[in-house]
């Protein structure tokens, strides 16, 4: 029987065919967030995810199909909403996110969203050109629209207030954080700020998103921002 | 293709977009399934502005009058929308299937957690 929650923070993993990787995750950041509800969210995974995650002790989320990181993610947020979370990290079953660094996520203070940016720090990472080159490009427009710069626009590493996971769990439309998800968050008046993380390589396996195909996800990205500026304006609460 | 016919395709591809991209503000559209149709309504602008791309068309593929070829487009486009659709329906059939079973199968973990009614240890 889970006991009552030790603090108002939940973290959220979502993982697909983790089983290798989640171990190490699960026991970092519970190492650095002793106190936090830690809660995994299996998207379908055809290897043992789930067992290994309940038996490092966290709460898990199995969907019955496969939905893609935006589903789990914002599964991870019906499930904060439902018990009364107020402060979520999210942050990839893969072992990419460096648990070390949710202290840095956490100490920023009145902002809906704070994003993890792995190329804020001094650390260089590796990124395939075309990737890189999106990353830049789309970032650009999201900081147009926020106006601030986004560095790392689809970084899935972030810590969320109470306010931001409410509306997340309502309005969700997309497979992927990235600059629509952060043109939606700013139309709906939500607050964002960036600040250093450290990102590792994978551990083992395959990347969590597979390449898409430069040009379809160009396409997809424009017509999701597109379609995200000639919505009305989302409401909050 | 007379200038008439040019105009109306112009205007039917622009009207086409609008209404394909105001279903997906809607949210009655997935983004994922509009491409292709924004892709016809791209493909029919072009096909309305650039006349001798219709016309290389129309002798690629062997036909005699301009007609042909737009037919014979819109024929393919209509064979590969709906094998896109087939195999969407496909997808989803199998994850109602997994769903459904999965219900089954938490109902009855459910119903053994819960006990015999009436018997249950529950304090109240």
Redesign the interface.
């Known amino acids: 029987m889970e006991t009552a929650k030790k603090s108002n923070l939940l973290i959220v993993i979502p993982a697909f065919n983790e089983e290798k990787n989640l171990p190490a995750v699960i026991v970092e950041t519970r190492a650095v967030e002793p106190d936090a509800t830690i809660v995994v969210v299996d998207d379908g995974s055809t290897d043992g995810t789930a067992e290994v995650a309940r038996s490092h002790g966290a709460r898990v989320l199995s969907l019955?199909?496969n939905l893609g990181y935006g589903a789990a993610l914002q599964t991870g947020f019906l499930f904060a909403v439902r018990e009364g979370f107020e402060r979520v990290v999210i942050l990839d079953g893969d072992g990419q996110h460096d648990p070390g660094s949710i202290g840095r996520l956490l100490e920023v203070d009145g902002v809906d969203v704070v994003r993890g940016s792995r190329f804020l720090g001094t650390a260089r990472y590796r990124i395939p050109l075309a990737r890189r080159i999106g990353m830049v490009l789309f970032g650009r427009v999201a900081g147009l629209f926020t106006g601030e710069p986004v560095t790392d626009v689809t970084s899935g590493f972030q810590a969320l207030n109470g306010r931001a996971v409410r509306f997340l769990a309502e309005n969700y439309?997309t497979d992927y954080p990235d600059a629509d998800t952060v043109i939606l968050m700013k139309r709906a008046g939500l607050t964002q700020e960036e600040v250093p993380v450290a990102m590792r390589e994978r551990l083992s396996g395959a990347p969590m998103v597979s390449p898409t195909r430069s040009f379809?996800y160009v396409?997809?990205m424009c017509?999701?921002i597109?379609?995200t500026l000639?919505?009305e304006k989302p409401r909050i609460d | 293709m007379n200038p008439r016919i040019r105009a109306m395709a112009l205007i039917l591809s622009v009207v086409l977009l609008l209404v394909i991209i105001d279903l997906v503000r809607k949210r009655k559209l997935r983004e994922e399934y509009s491409w292709l149709w924004i892709v016809t309504g791209v493909a029919i602008f072009i096909a309305a502005v650039w006349q001798s791309l219709v016309v290389w068309v129309t002798e690629l593929i062997g036909a005699k009058i301009i007609v042909s070829t737009l037919f014979f487009g819109a024929l393919m486009f209509l064979t590969v929308i709906s094998i896109h659709f087939s195999t969407k329906v496909s997808q989803l059939s199998e994850q109602v299937k997994k769903l459904t079973q999965q219900t089954a199968l938490l109902s009855e973990e459910l119903e053994r957690v819960k006990g015999p009614r009436n018997a249950g240890a529950v304090e109240r």
């Open positions: 019955a199909v439309p379809y396409f997809k017509l999701s597109l379609v000639l919505r």
